[in-house]
């Protein structure tokens, strides 16, 4: 067709106004418009998680004023930063189809390494932390191993791992159950006291802008060589002056009190981290082709075994670091480091964010969205003073909604493509 129009008068004229007009169109309204796309066709990201923060955040807004004060929120953010990095490597498992159900005890177990090296052998901190992470690194790799020579199931595989590596803590820390860290060791002080100066957070907010800007404006020109349309120069200034203005309120909100807290600040740069690798790199999409179809990631030249072997290092590394981070907030390396709600939190997180346990879907914000929702319902029922059971209850509901969500949309996505 757009060879003959190109053959009649002024035909090839009409082209160009046309290819111009999809480009502004694109520049403008295409971001609006690729998304409903997505929607329509079932692929819904974080749409859901976001709807229901914000519901969840009016409604314990409404019950207690308090719940969105910026000293609040500060504490709401020291919280979700320890099983945020935790539930980060779940995405990596989560993506290639696999599940690590270990991460608590295996960040335990880090925890009682670093006590234990550090305060009862008189290691320097710097070097009992290589140590503990370096020991979740060869779990991840053990794990990697058993399913790639042995074929067994990571669900069998980390669900041993759970029971040997809590016997582990236990055993390390003794009779005496817990090892107190100095307080006044700036490790300590990391998990629990400090905060960005001002001038530093407010930079670090301009710079998200200015990384949005830089990205989009490069993905923008590397499509205009291939001759593709492009989001215009300013739809791109527009959303980086929107997203600073964005972060540089909410900086200026948690200022107001005690500041952004440079937990925190490290969970935020290891989300960007991920996020740039899974999906600007190789690696990461090789991690969604082989979640999506292992066989066919086989066929296509990718080296699925190292892909799961990386898969389940990062995520045994990053639960180790997420447990190191665990006792600098508690000040502590006892029994209880990685039980109770450690495991699964970390696991619901990355569902309730997005991430698809089917495989081949997610990002790393889903670990940062789904971690602020879980620890957004705990702190607003603790401010309530109701029961701990309500937050198992609420959280669980959570968990089946995203799951639901989920399923309905990849049965979309699998209909819409038959069509």
């Given at each position: 067709?757009?060879?003959k129009a190109e053959?009649?008068?002024?035909?090839?004229?009409?082209?160009?106004?046309?290819?111009?007009?999809?480009?502004?169109?694109?520049?403008?309204?295409?971001?609006?418009?690729?998304?409903?796309?997505?929607?329509?066709?079932?692929?819904?990201?974080?749409?859901?998680?976001?709807?229901?923060?914000?519901?969840?955040?009016?409604?314990?807004?409404?019950?207690?004023?308090?719940?969105?004060?910026?000293?609040?929120?500060?504490?709401?953010?020291?919280?979700?930063?320890?099983?945020?990095?935790?539930?980060?490597?779940?995405?990596?498992?989560?993506?290639?189809?696999?599940?690590?159900?270990?991460?608590?005890?295996?960040?335990?177990?880090?925890?009682?390494?670093?006590?234990?090296?550090?305060?009862?052998?008189?290691?320097?901190?710097?070097?009992?932390?290589?140590?503990?992470?370096?020991?979740?690194?060869?779990?991840?790799?053990?794990?990697?191993?058993?399913?790639?020579?042995?074929?067994?199931?990571?669900?069998?595989?980390?669900?041993?791992?759970?029971?040997?590596?809590?016997?582990?803590?236990?055993?390390?820390?003794?009779?005496?159950?817990?090892?107190n860290l100095p307080?006044?060791?700036?490790?300590?002080?990391?998990?629990?006291?400090?905060?960005?100066?001002?001038?530093?957070?407010?930079?670090?907010?301009?710079?998200?802008?200015?990384?949005?800007?830089?990205?989009?404006?490069?993905?923008?020109?590397?499509?205009?060589?291939?001759?593709?349309?492009?989001?215009?120069?300013?739809?791109?200034?527009?959303?980086?002056?929107?997203?600073?203005?964005?972060?540089?309120?909410?900086?200026?909100?948690?200022?107001?009190?005690?500041?952004?807290?440079?937990?925190?600040?490290?969970?935020?740069?290891?989300?960007?981290?991920?996020?740039?690798?899974?999906?600007?790199?190789?690696?990461?999409?090789?991690?969604?082709?082989?979640?999506?179809?292992?066989?066919?990631?086989?066929?296509?030249?990718?080296?699925?075994?190292?892909?799961?072997?990386?898969?389940?290092?990062?995520?045994?590394?990053?639960?180790?670091?997420?447990?190191?981070?665990?006792?600098?907030?508690?000040?502590?390396?006892?029994?209880?480091?990685?039980?109770?709600?450690?495991?699964?939190?970390?696991?619901?997180?990355?569902?309730?964010?997005?991430?698809?346990?089917?495989?081949?879907?997610?990002?790393?914000?889903?670990?940062?969205?789904?971690?602020?929702?879980?620890?957004?319902?705990?702190?607003?029922?603790?401010?309530?003073?109701?029961?701990?059971?309500?937050?198992?209850?609420?959280?669980?509901?959570?968990?089946?909604?995203?799951?639901?969500?989920?399923?309905?949309?990849?049965?979309?996505r699998v209909s819409?493509?038959?069509?």
């Amino acid at each position: 067709m757009n060879d003959k129009a190109e053959t009649m008068p002024g035909g090839k004229a009409l082209l160009d106004r046309q290819d111009e007009r999809v480009k502004h169109e694109e520049g403008f309204a295409g971001s609006v418009k690729a998304f409903w796309s997505q929607v329509r066709s079932g692929d819904l990201g974080s749409l859901p998680v976001v709807v229901g923060l914000v519901i969840i955040w009016t409604v314990f807004q409404l019950l207690n004023p308090v719940f969105l004060s910026s000293n609040n929120l500060a504490n709401l953010l020291f919280d979700s930063s320890t099983i945020g990095v935790i539930s980060l490597g779940i995405v990596c498992v989560l993506m290639v189809a696999q599940i690590d159900l270990s991460v608590g005890s295996v960040s335990g177990l880090a925890s009682a390494i670093t006590g234990v090296l550090w305060v009862e052998s008189g290691w320097p901190v710097w070097l009992a932390i290589l140590a503990a992470l370096a020991v979740g690194t060869l779990i991840g790799a053990l794990y990697a191993l058993l399913f790639n020579s042995l074929g067994m199931p990571s669900f069998v595989s980390t669900l041993a791992g759970l029971l040997a590596f809590l016997g582990a803590q236990l055993y390390l820390l003794g009779s005496n159950g817990s090892i107190n860290l100095p307080y006044d060791s700036p490790l300590v002080s990391f998990g629990q006291l400090l905060t960005m100066p001002d001038w530093v957070s407010y930079g670090l907010a301009a710079l998200a802008g200015i990384g949005l800007f830089v990205t989009g404006y490069r993905t923008a020109a590397r499509r205009r060589e291939a001759g593709l349309s492009a989001e215009s120069l300013a739809s791109l200034l527009a959303k980086a002056v929107v997203v600073i203005a964005a972060v540089e309120f909410v900086v200026f909100y948690l200022n107001q009190s005690r500041g952004v807290p440079w937990l925190f600040g490290l969970f935020i740069a290891l989300v960007l981290a991920m996020n740039y690798a899974l999906q600007r790199t190789k690696w990461g999409r090789s991690m969604r082709a082989v979640g999506g179809n292992p066989e066919a990631a086989r066929r296509a030249g990718i080296p699925v075994k190292r892909i799961y072997l990386s898969a389940f290092m990062l995520c045994s590394t990053l639960a180790a670091l997420g447990g190191i981070l665990g006792a600098a907030r508690l000040a502590s390396a006892s029994q209880q480091a990685g039980t109770g709600d450690v495991n699964l939190n970390a696991i619901a997180a990355a569902v309730i964010g997005g991430t698809s346990l089917f495989g081949g879907r997610g990002n790393a914000y889903s670990a940062l969205l789904g971690i602020i929702v879980i620890e957004s319902i705990a702190s607003g029922l603790t401010l309530l003073n109701l029961s701990s059971s309500l937050r198992y209850m609420i959280t669980g509901a959570v968990l089946a909604i995203a799951v639901i969500v989920d399923s309905l949309s990849r049965r979309s996505r699998v209909s819409h493509g038959r069509a």
